[in-house]
């Protein structure tokens, strides 16, 4: 067995066994930005695409299910769409200054502390995920490689000449299908210390979640105009690392994500040769904010250990033995649900009114068994369908379910059959005590919550089917599930809330899980919120 077993362990019991170091202090004052800053880069700004009409986001939640109209098939992206995707995604589309139970609040209100709100779901709220765009000759920009500024939805030229050649290469011959046959692709990288600052050891298993939030987040905005999009984790990393001019114990290339662009190709993207001798490099360098800087040796040896074998990508179906199970723990009569509906909200609109609820839960509203139904479908529906399963076909994430006030439906724990639409019994009775007594923070107020969803994914059969490596794969897929549970609960109207810090080895022991490989990853709040919440309008002040 490789570290990420021992890395795997430790997380599923850390709150019980605290991760060294146990007397990190998070040094608020010193922080990193929440992104990269480049000053000496020339910068283009990104077409304003806030006219584009919306589509629904039923197709991307549950695509291809019965009763969802298939989306207009789309020709591609073009620099318009990959804007509004880019601008929906990882931009920041307003400030978040209701008054909720984080701990946050308070500082809110100043600018230097000011939270702006983003489309996809991010861990700690602290988003180290970098978005590059590798652009070859049929795009509409000077062929190079741009960083995506956040903060000004605009391009930074990093890097000047046709470098998408590199990056196939990096994929190698056996990459998926449409992989190579393009020369377009936008890569994903992580900057560790932007996460590490906060969770020190724990940071590896966060940022992979962030990555699942924001690949989930694509696929689900693509799949709603009739594209495909899917990342490809298994590739030359190093290589990668090299091109972006980044040191990989530091930051490092976690996805690679083609694009099918509308247009012609200049010349055959698939065959072009790169001259061995040229190995370009980005030299801009990101000027980091914080004064010192403090490294973690588990997040080191984790990223060590998933380099390994990075370019070697498992065969195809090697993942089938790390699917979910389909056996439901417990007995009693399974409870059927309603077929999963969701309205013609867009998913643009989804997308800006995502957020997280804390503390803002009402009981006195019970969520409808209609409503719970299309959530879990869209959870269980998950797939990243990268590299390593390119049809989707190995669902990798199960789903449980706390239910606390759900219309029709007993109070208790369940395992969720998404093949039969139903829910199995696992534990009767009220769970809102246990719930909120394996929390370890005070801002949900779980009891109040309609349901708390627990999705589990089997990592040491992903680890032990694909290597090291799977570990961002599984931890990722998880993230990728919450992405879609928010997304689902926007688009209902509902409140909802995803937080990683419980008790995973208590879910497993409430679950009967305890002596199976099924870990808990996350827990995901679903609810209706207090009517009429303080809250103040930003944009019109």
């Given amino acids: 067995m490789g570290y990420a077993h021992e890395y795997a362990h430790a997380v599923l019991h850390r709150g019980r066994v605290p991760m060294e170091p146990t007397d990190h202090v998070v040094n608020w004052a010193d922080g990193p930005r929440r992104g990269k800053f480049h000053p000496d880069a020339e910068a283009f700004a990104l077409p304003d695409t806030e006219d584009l009409a919306d589509v629904p986001v039923a197709p991307g939640l549950l695509p291809g299910a019965a009763g969802v109209p298939a989306p207009a098939a789309h020709p591609g992206f073009g620099l318009p769409l990959l804007s509004a995707m880019l601008k929906d995604s990882y931009g920041l589309t307003g400030r978040r200054l209701g008054v909720q139970a984080n701990t946050d609040l308070a500082g809110l209100p100043f600018y230097p502390h000011a939270n702006w709100s983003r489309g996809t779901a991010g861990g700690g709220g602290l988003y180290p995920v970098s978005v590059h765009w590798a652009s070859g000759p049929s795009g509409p920009l000077v062929p190079g490689l741009h960083y995506y500024d956040v903060q000004r939805h605009a391009l930074q030229r990093l890097l000047t000449g046709d470098v998408t050649g590199r990056v196939r290469e990096a994929l190698g011959p056996d990459a998926p299908d449409g992989a190579l046959d393009t020369d377009q692709y936008l890569i994903l990288g992580v900057k560790y210390w932007q996460n590490s600052f906060k969770y020190n050891s724990f940071c590896f298993h966060v940022v992979c979640t962030d990555l699942g939030t924001l690949a989930q987040t694509w696929r689900i905005w693509a799949a709603a105009r009739g594209l495909r999009l899917a990342p490809v984790l298994w590739f030359d990393e190093p290589a990668l690392n090299g091109l972006l001019g980044v040191p990989g114990e530091e930051e490092a290339v976690f996805a690679v994500v083609p694009l099918h662009w509308d247009g012609p190709r200049a010349g055959n993207a698939e065959t072009a040769r790169t001259d061995p001798r040229h190995r370009p490099a980005v030299r801009h360098r990101d000027a980091e904010r914080s004064r010192t800087l403090l490294g973690f040796p588990q997040v080191g040896a984790m990223h060590r250990a998933t380099l390994e074998g990075a370019a070697d990508r498992p065969a195809p179906g090697a993942l089938a033995a790390a699917a979910a199970r389909t056996d439901a723990a417990g007995g009693g009569a399974r409870v059927p649900l309603p077929a999963p509906v969701f309205p013609d909200t867009g998913v643009r609109r989804a997308l800006r009114e995502r957020r997280s609820s804390f503390g803002r839960f009402d009981a006195r509203r019970e969520v409808s068994a209609g409503h719970l139904s299309a959530v879990l479908a869209a959870c269980a529906g998950t797939r990243l369908a990268g590299d390593t399963d390119p049809a989707g076909e190995h669902r990798l994430a199960r789903l449980y379910a706390?239910?606390?006030?759900?219309?029709?439906?007993?109070?208790?724990?369940?395992?969720?059959?998404?093949?039969?639409?139903?829910?199995?019994?696992?534990?009767?009775?009220?769970?809102?005590?246990?719930?909120?007594?394996?929390?370890?923070?005070?801002?949900?107020?779980?009891?109040?919550?309609?349901?708390?969803?627990?999705?589990?994914?089997?990592?040491?059969?992903?680890?032990?089917?694909?290597?090291?490596?799977?570990?961002?794969?599984?931890?990722?897929?998880?993230?990728?599930?919450?992405?879609?549970?928010?997304?689902?609960?926007?688009?209902?109207?509902?409140?909802?809330?995803?937080?990683?810090?419980?008790?995973?080895?208590?879910?497993?022991?409430?679950?009967?899980?305890?002596?199976?490989?099924?870990?808990?990853?996350?827990?995901?709040?679903?609810?209706?919120?207090?009517?009429?919440?303080?809250?103040?309008?930003?944009?019109?002040?």
């Fill in 402 to 541: 706390f239910v606390n006030h759900v219309e029709g439906i007993g109070r208790g724990a369940y395992a969720y059959d998404p093949d039969r639409g139903d829910l199995r019994p696992v534990v009767t009775g009220p769970q809102g005590a246990f719930l909120q007594e394996n929390y370890f923070l005070a801002n949900y107020n779980l009891e109040q919550a309609g349901a708390v969803l627990v999705p589990t994914v089997r990592t040491t059969a992903v680890l032990d089917a694909v290597g090291d490596r799977g570990y961002r794969l599984a931890v990722a897929t998880a993230g990728a599930v919450a992405q879609g549970f928010y997304l689902a609960a926007s688009a209902l109207g509902l409140g909802a809330g995803v937080a990683l810090g419980f008790d995973n080895v208590s879910y497993a022991e409430r679950l009967g899980l305890a002596d199976g490989d099924e870990a808990p990853l996350l827990i995901m709040a679903l609810g209706h919120e207090r009517p009429g919440p303080a809250d103040f309008r930003h944009e019109i002040a």
